[in-house]
């Protein structure tokens, strides 16, 4: 009777051990599962932070370019203003003589 009692204890002891073993798998096996789920929510909160550096870096640079632009667009209008101004006070005298000279002519 001793000798069944020690195999059944023996065999207790292996079917332990096996279930046992069968935890520790499962445990590694949902430890590995969570290391990588870690790993790949790691890598897009990267990916996103990067993302969203390289847009605000290129809206920085978009707006350095534009106010480049407008001041560049605001000296070309006011050069052509310039332009105008001069070029009418070239010609306003000559204009207004022609002007008198057609109303003074035309209403006699």
Do not use: C, H
């Amino acid at each position: 009777m001793d000798s069944l009692r020690g195999q059944g204890g023996i065999q207790m002891l292996l079917t332990a051990e096996q279930e046992a073993g069968w935890i520790v798998s499962a445990a590694r096996t949902a430890k590995l599962a969570r290391m990588k789920q870690a790993k790949d929510e790691a890598e897009k909160e990267m990916e996103e932070y990067r993302s969203r550096l390289e847009e605000e870096y290129q809206t920085q640079i978009s707006g350095t370019e534009q106010e480049a632009a407008a001041k560049r667009l605001e000296e070309e209008t006011d050069g052509r203003i310039q332009n105008l101004k001069e070029s009418s006070s070239k010609v306003s005298k000559e204009i207004v003589k022609m002007l008198i000279k057609y109303v003074t002519t035309t209403g006699a």
